[in-house]
């Protein structure tokens, strides 16, 4: 099983980034993932959840509104957009593949800066 994630990526405030996370080694459909976030210095963060099977999704309360999960079955590949960064957003972002409830799989993680 491996998750493997897009690269570092710099944005300018207000605009938007998307992060992905490919996954391999099993059927994509039958486990969520998870987001999260780790900001500078910081532990990490739960973002939310998405179900590849039918696009369901849940979003911790900070984020809603502010983040977007997808997930494209036929590349077996999450995404995580988030839209009008702010500098706040600058962190590292892993995906993670929830086994009922616990991570047994992670991405290795996306920095993402946000600096203008």
């Known amino acids: 099983v491996q998750l493997v994630q897009s690269g570092a990526e710099l944005r300018n405030p207000g605009t938007s980034v998307k992060v992905s996370c490919k996954a391999s080694g099993y059927t994509f459909t039958k486990y969520y993932i998870d987001w999260v976030r780790q900001a500078p210095g910081q532990g990490l963060e739960w973002m939310g959840r998405?179900?590849?099977?039918?696009?369901?999704?849940k979003y911790a309360q900070k984020f809603q509104g502010r983040v977007t999960f997808t997930a494209d079955t036929s590349a077996s590949t999450a995404y995580v957009e988030l839209s009008s960064v702010r500098s706040e957003g600058t962190g590292v972002y892993y995906c993670a593949r929830n086994n009922r409830g616990w991570y047994d799989y992670w991405g290795k993680g996306t920095l993402v800066t946000v600096s203008s």
């Open positions: 998405i179900d590849p099977e039918d696009g369901g999704t």
